[in-house]
């Protein structure tokens, strides 16, 4: 069972995606796609995938993990015989990695520089409310003075 749907389920049922504008990218233009050639290259693709995915995760158990990772993935990709896309799999997974990490580091950036502006501005509220202080002892003092 997987998500409540049996396994045979999930073999036959296609994965829902558009892959219409990627598969427009290697065609020249004014070639167009038959209904019927989407229809059968949408499921070679879901067959695809749940294949691949299924290799991977027979290493992710041989690495007593449930979790598939990347490096997954890559080890399918070879076992079944893809090693051509290998290279360019890790090449995107690096650029991946590298958004990631920059998105990550302008989240930090971006917090510190929140942090530090409610700290400038505690600050602010703290001397204000020093200097009410100090005008507010300051009349008292001079009427000590003058009595």
Same mark, same amino acid.
């Given at each position: ?60 158990? /041989? =690495? +007593? ?6 490096? *997954?993935?890559?080890?399918?990709? @070879? $076992?079944?015989?893809?090693? !051509? ?15 990631? /990490? =920059? +998105? ?6 971006? *917090?510190?520089?929140?942090?530090? @502006? $409610?700290?400038?501005?505690? !600050? ?24």
């Amino acid at each position: 069972m997987f998500g409540g749907r049996s396994d045979e389920a999930v073999r036959t049922t296609p994965l829902q995606c558009n892959f219409l504008p990627i598969s427009k990218t290697g065609l020249p233009d004014g070639v167009n796609i038959s209904k019927e050639a989407r229809s059968a290259i949408s499921r070679a693709a879901s067959v695809f995938v749940l294949y691949a995915t299924s290799c991977a995760n027979n290493f992710a158990m /041989k =690495g +007593k993990r449930k979790t598939l990772n990347a490096g *997954d993935v890559l080890s399918a990709m @070879e $076992e079944m015989e893809f090693q !051509r896309f290998v290279a360019p799999l890790k090449e995107s997974l690096e650029v991946y990695r590298r958004e990631q /990490k =920059g +998105k990550k580091e302008a989240r930090k950036d971006k *917090d510190k520089k929140a942090d530090s @502006e $409610e700290q400038d501005k505690s !600050r602010e509220e703290e001397n204000d409310d020093d200097d009410e202080r100090m005008e507010e002892e300051e009349p008292n003092e001079e009427e000590e003075v003058d009595n």
